[in-house]
């Protein structure tokens, strides 16, 4: 779910460093040498007044893959590298195509495929268990934290993912988060999965501001790309392994807002660790 990188292995940037992405027209040096951008550095000098998070930088998705383990444990591996090789594949296939479906029926459609593909012997049942596995994650660990911070400082805050809003309401309710978010905004509204310009339209209608006072913040690159494109601000949070994920003191925020903890690297370096910048 790394946009085909390897988990737990360190990505490499895409787009450039907030270092220079942040300097302003007036000079002053900006606080983020964490934050990645996917487009040039000129949007980022309107204020930040709102974040659209995808959603798996607030839901941790090796919940599915646990359950892929328990249900194939001899060919587990395997299984969910193909089965999410196949899902992005099918999602950019039937927005390409125009012949969309909702990514609950996609997945399922994936994973009968990459099954058949290699020969695993699954049921209707396994698959609609790892269906609504997507609906029954945990949050990361820094996440209620984070999500605090930016509250406290005035941002706005929606999901935008390609996820049902059913499966995004579900993991909000479970975790105790519904209260940070004004918006749960599913690409089902246009029949057209991420990275359409057409889903990211999303946050813009919703929130009624201009793209370059809207951060998004991506899971995986291909997400960063895609929002990059369309105008917006965007942060690649590559998540890190959970043993390295800490909640920061509250006393943390100050000009600029992190959303997720600091890992050990160079500033010149991709980090697991992004800022937003809030002025």
């Not at 990361?140 to 930016?150: A, T």
């Amino acid at each position: 779910m790394r946009g085909g990188g390897r988990r737990g292995e360190e990505a490499r940037p895409f787009g450039q460093s907030a270092t220079s992405a942040l300097n302003h027209a007036d000079g002053r040096k900006r606080d983020g040498a964490d934050l990645w951008y996917g487009r040039t550095a000129h949007a980022a000098r309107a204020p930040i007044k709102a974040v659209a998070f995808d959603a798996f930088p607030i839901f941790d998705p090796r919940g599915v893959f646990t359950t892929v383990n328990q249900l194939f444990p001899e060919r587990a591996d395997a299984l969910r590298k193909a089965w999410f090789a196949r899902l992005f594949a099918c999602t950019w296939l039937r927005t390409t195509a125009r012949q969309y479906e909702g990514f609950g029926s996609v997945v399922g459609q994936a994973f009968d495929a990459v099954t058949r593909a290699l020969g695993i012997t699954a049921t209707a049942r396994d698959r609609d268990e790892l269906v609504r596995a997507f609906s029954m994650l945990p949050v990361w660990p820094d996440v209620v934290v984070r999500l605090g911070m930016l509250r406290d400082a005035g941002r706005r805050l929606v999901f935008l993912s390609n996820l049902s809003e059913e499966m995004l309401r579900a993991n909000m309710k479970r975790n105790g988060i519904e209260d940070f978010f004004e918006a749960a905004l599913s690409t089902d509204r246009v029949h057209a999965f991420k990275p359409s310009p057409e889903a990211y339209q999303l946050g813009v209608d919703a929130l009624g501001l201009r793209k370059e006072e809207i951060t998004f913040a991506a899971f995986a690159a291909w997400d960063t790309a895609g929002a990059g494109w369309f105008g917006y601000p965007s942060v690649w949070i590559n998540r890190p392994k959970p043993s390295t994920l800490r909640p920061p003191p509250r006393e943390a925020i100050s000009r600029s807002c992190p959303i997720s903890s600091s890992a050990q690297a160079s500033p010149l370096a991709p980090r697991a660790s992004f800022t937003i910048d809030l002025i």
